[in-house]
C-alpha cells in the first residue's frame, strides 16, 4: 500500500514556464515532508522541506504547498530552468517515529527549450 | 565539511565474495541511512543508525550487514549476493533522526554489480 504517491511520472515544461509537480499522502499521521531532486547516476539532492504546521514554505524558485485536509502537497518551480529537468521524489516521515522516511515514485520533469 | 562520502564509487563481486561499502560524515550528524535504488524506483530504507540504536526494515536479507564504528562511519558488509542486489546503494545522513531537522544529506552512492 502506497503511502506516498506521485500520479504522474513524467512532466514536460516549457523554459520560463511555472512547473508544478504533486504529490498526495494517505496517512495522516506524516507531519514533516520533503522534496528532493535526483539526476541520473547521482544520489537524491533535498530541496525543501515543510513541516504539518504550515502550508506554505519557499525558498528561492521553489515553493513547497501543504494542502492538509487533502492530504496533498505540491512543489512550483518558477521560473523552470534547463537544469531543472531531473526526477523529483516527494517524500514523508513521522517525527518520532523510526526516523524513516517514506518517498514516492519520482516525477522525471523535462524542462523543454 | 558538507557532504556525505562513499567508497568505492564502483564495485563488481562475484556471489562468493565478501565486501563492504563505507560511508563518512563530519557533520556531526548523528542518524545515517542505508538505501538501496534500483533503475526508476525510488530509494529503499533498508538500514538507520540513529543514536547508536539500529532499526532494521526486515524485508532486507541477511546477507546485508551494517556495521557502525562510531558516529562518522558507517559501512555495509555484503556476503553471498545474488545478482538482483545489484543497485546504487546510497549513503545519508541527518542532524537529528527525529525531529523537525530530518533533512537527509545522500552521498554519491556506490554502483554495486553482482556477477
Known amino acids: 500500500d502506497q503511502q506516498v504517491k506521485q500520479n504522474s511520472p513524467s512532466l514536460s515544461v516549457q523554459e520560463g514556464r511555472i512547473s508544478i509537480l504533486n504529490c498526495d499522502y494517505t496517512?495522516?499521521?506524516?507531519?514533516?515532508f520533503l522534496w528532493y531532486k535526483k539526476y541520473p547516476a547521482e544520489g537524491p539532492t533535498f530541496l525543501i522541506s515543510?513541516?504539518?504546521?504550515?502550508d506554505k514554505n519557499e525558498d528561492g524558485r521553489f515553493t513547497v504547498f501543504l494542502n492538509k485536509s487533502a492530504k496533498h502537497l505540491s512543489l512550483h518551480i518558477v521560473p523552470s530552468q534547463p537544469g531543472d529537468s531531473a526526477v523529483y521524489f516527494c517524500a514523508a516521515s513521522e517525527v518520532n517515529r523510526d526516523d524513516k522516511i517514506i518517498f514516492g515514485k519520482g516525477t522525471r520533469l523535462h524542462i523543454l527549450p | 565539511d558538507t557532504e556525505v562520502t562513499q567508497t568505492p564509487k564502483h564495485l563488481v563481486m562475484g556471489m562468493t565474495n565478501k565486501k563492504s561499502l563505507k560511508c563518512e560524515q563530519h557533520?556531526?550528524?548523528?542518524?545515517m541511512y542505508w538505501y538501496k535504488q534500483k533503475a526508476k524506483k525510488p530509494p529503499e530504507l533498508m538500514f538507520v543508525y540513529s543514536y547508536e540504536k539500529l532499526s532494521i526494515n526486515e524485508s532486507v536479507p541477511s546477507r546485508f550487514s551494517p556495521e557502525c564504528p562510531n558516529s562518522s562511519l558507517l559501512n555495509l558488509h555484503l556476503h553471498a549476493l545474488q545478482p538482483e542486489d545489484s543497485a546504487l546503494y546510497l549513503c545519508a545522513s541527518s542532524q537529528d533522526g527525529a525531529g523537525p531537522y530530518n533533512e537527509q544529506f545522500f552521498g554519491p552512492g556506490t554502483r554495486l554489480t553482482v556477477l
Open positions: 496517512n495522516s499521521m506524516f507531519d514533516y
Open positions: 557533520m556531526g550528524h548523528r542518524a
Open positions: 515543510i513541516s504539518s504546521i504550515k
